[in-house]
């Protein structure tokens, strides 16, 4: 739900989510490269995907494992060649996570 108006997204579609200045922001894996802004809390937006095979991988980047290509250091790339910050505290985790749900697969 924004501001204007409402969109149905698929989560599948979904490349990363980024948290600034009280907006979160859909960024999409879809051939026009559409992102969506919203006024919201990351946290209540990733009680939600998480387990949908997302991850909370800083303080401000929600992750989709499906669309992570590899690591850079600190780094997550992605399929479309994004590259997203990795919390030094949350890199051994977002590896574990990473591991099992392709795994899964």
């Known amino acids: 739900k924004g ?5 149905r997204v698929h989560v599948r579609d979904i490349l990363y989510v980024e948290y600034f200045n009280k907006h979160v922001c859909f960024y999409m894996d879809t051939p026009k490269k559409e992102h969506y802004q919203i006024i ?10 998480k387990g949908l095979g997302f991850f ?3 303080q ?10 590899r690591f850079n250091g600190y780094n997550a790339i992605l399929v479309t060649g994004d590259v997203i ?7 051994s985790d977002l590896l574990v996570a990473y591991s099992k749900y392709h795994e899964g697969i």
Do not use: D, M, Q
């Open 40 to 49: 919201g809390n990351l946290t209540n937006i990733y009680e939600k995907l």
């Open 56 to 58: 909370r991988c800083h």
């Open 60 to 69: 401000a980047f929600i992750v989709n494992l499906e669309k992570i290509n």
């Open 85 to 91: 910050p990795i919390s030094v505290r949350n890199k």
């Open 3 to 7: 501001r204007f108006e409402n969109v």
